[in-house]
């Protein structure tokens, strides 16, 4: 069975640029740019791995990852955090929220591809 991936940022390019490295590697690939009704978004798609930034204009991605952490419902999807916040505070805070991977933007495809296919692995066991 073919693994969806779900990413939410508001960058267009960034969202077509992991949605086609993510298709070329065999997944199903969603995506959504506004964090506004994220939550929903994700429940409804049930993915089985969700690509969040952090820095959206309506809703916080850190405020979306709370809300998902609270839902027992979405809480064990993993997260993968993608972002321009690179200082250590900001990386501690959202592990600390729960995220499995932190990456910061500018980022290598490739490193969040092989993110993407560890964190799927690893839950699959």
Do not use: C
């Given at each position: 069975?073919?693994?969806?991936?779900?990413?939410?940022?508001?960058?267009?390019?960034?969202?077509?640029?992991?949605?086609?490295?993510?298709?070329?590697?065999?997944l199903k690939v969603v995506t959504h740019r506004q964090s506004v009704n994220a939550v929903e978004r994700v429940r409804a798609e049930m993915p089985d791995l969700l690509i969040l930034d952090w820095m959206m204009p309506e809703i916080s991605g850190l405020e979306v990852l709370k809300a998902l952490k609270?839902?027992?419902?979405?809480?064990?999807?993993?997260?993968?955090?993608?972002?321009?916040?690179?200082?250590?505070e900001e990386e501690k805070l959202g592990l600390s929220y729960g995220v499995e991977k932190y990456l910061t933007k500018p980022f290598s495809p490739k490193k969040l591809l092989a993110d993407v296919l560890e964190t799927l692995e690893k839950m699959a066991r």
């Amino acid at each position: 069975m073919m693994s969806k991936v779900m990413i939410i940022d508001d960058e267009p390019f960034i969202l077509m640029m992991i949605e086609d490295k993510l298709k070329r590697a065999g997944l199903k690939v969603v995506t959504h740019r506004q964090s506004v009704n994220a939550v929903e978004r994700v429940r409804a798609e049930m993915p089985d791995l969700l690509i969040l930034d952090w820095m959206m204009p309506e809703i916080s991605g850190l405020e979306v990852l709370k809300a998902l952490k609270a839902d027992p419902g979405l809480a064990h999807i993993p997260v993968i955090m993608l972002t321009a916040k690179s200082q250590e505070e900001e990386e501690k805070l959202g592990l600390s929220y729960g995220v499995e991977k932190y990456l910061t933007k500018p980022f290598s495809p490739k490193k969040l591809l092989a993110d993407v296919l560890e964190t799927l692995e690893k839950m699959a066991r």
